[in-house]
């Protein structure tokens, strides 16, 4: 070899030693440990749920419980795009465990506590039977962990034999390099019962939220109430509905339970919306009965009113064209929506008939009553 060939190949073979694999900058780096509040359980994962929901957001990580339903012509994935720098921390799935008999008093400190969780179990599997342990859900558990600016998308998804395309609920995230947050519904919408119910305390059975208005209420149905929500005005859009329950070790149904629904609409324009929680051969003792005014600004939000009684095609006040609704009503020429029922019963004895097209014709009139008095 000569000393040219020679010193070509030292460097060749130098260059060689110095190449590093073009590699994403997340695989550069060991997986990150998740943070204790991570669920590592089945039990964890079931408490996690009841506190936050699906979703919680916090040191940097993004811990995201899915619940599984124990079906065998179902199977989930999980999608991710937008970002290309992130780290999926771990995806853990976790079953029940039936608890043991723990047997005779061993004098260890959480005796009691096993002994009490192994009895609840026998009289749940008594009340609702073996086979019902078949039919306890999974819960995943998905730790992600951005490192790149931009939103992240995760797309958790669901495939039935018998359907084509998949159920996808998508979650999206904002990092913008030291914040990390959520930016779907899921971000201000309760998920959970502690959630639900500092909400509603806050916010009351109707509330808005940007360009969305949100309906949170509680029915019974076994006593035979039922959600009854009328809008009427402009064109609306339902974004989502769901219900938010206590999740439990042992999801043994319970009867007489009351359920927490929650529906989202987005308004095109001004919208009376009424909400109804009762029995129909019930109407003068309702569960709950609400009736609000949601008005469109110029920058798209929304705001909040009270209706004005007896407006039926939901312009901002009561005029002429209100008492030829009513009156098209009574002689069945014409349907009135749930929203507009509850405002045209201006005589409040929870029917609508020619009493309230009385009262609505002398308030135009006479002005006996004021126009712009709520309905509730």
């Known amino acids: 070899m000569t000393k040219r060939n020679r010193t070509a190949a030292l460097v060749s073979a130098a260059m060689m030693l110095c190449t590093v694999p073009q590699l994403p900058a997340y695989a550069l780096d060991p997986v990150p440990a998740a943070p204790d509040w991570v669920p590592a359980s089945y039990a964890e994962a079931v408490s996690f749920t009841n506190e936050y929901g699906m979703t919680r957001v916090d040191d940097g990580f993004i811990c995201i419980v899915r619940i599984q339903e124990p079906d065998n012509d179902r199977t989930y994935d999980v999608q991710y795009s937008g970002i290309p720098n992130y780290d999926e921390v771990s995806d853990t799935l976790y079953s029940f465990e039936a608890p043991e008999d723990p047997g005779e008093n061993d004098g260890s400190e959480d005796y009691w506590k096993r002994r009490s969780e192994y009895e609840d179990y026998q009289r749940n599997i008594e009340y609702a039977g073996e086979d019902f342990i078949a039919h306890i859900p999974k819960y995943e558990v998905i730790v992600v962990m951005p490192e790149s600016v931009g939103e992240l998308k995760v797309e958790l998804r669901a495939f039935q034999k018998a359907l084509a395309d998949p159920y996808v609920q998508e979650l999206t995230f904002a990092y913008d390099g030291r914040t990390l947050e959520e930016t779907d519904l899921r971000a201000w919408l309760p998920d959970s019962v502690k959630e639900y119910n500092i909400y509603t305390r806050e916010n009351g059975t109707v509330s808005v939220h940007d360009d969305l208005i949100a309906v949170c209420a ?153 126009i712009d008095d709520p309905v509730i």
């Open 218 to 370: 509680d029915c019974n149905y076994s006593t035979g109430a039922k959600l009854t929500v009328g809008l009427n005005g402009a064109e609306y859009e339902q974004v989502t509905k769901m219900y938010v329950s206590e999740n439990r070790l042992l999801p043994v149904p319970i009867a007489g339970e009351t359920s927490r629904i929650v529906e989202v609409y987005r308004p095109a324009g001004d919208v009376q919306i009424t909400v109804f929680v009762g029995r129909e051969w019930s109407l003068d003792y309702p569960d709950d009965e609400t009736a609000k005014m949601i008005e469109v600004q110029p920058d798209g939000s929304l705001t909040v009113k009270e209706p004005v009684a007896g407006d039926l095609n939901a312009d901002g006040y009561l005029g002429i064209a209100d008492a030829v609704l009513l009156s098209k009503f009574l002689y069945a020429e014409q349907e009135l929506n749930a929203a507009q029922i509850m405002i045209a019963d201006l005589s409040g004895d929870r029917h609508v008939n020619a009493v309230d097209l009385t009262v609505m014709k002398r308030a135009l009139f006479s002005e006996i009553i004021r």
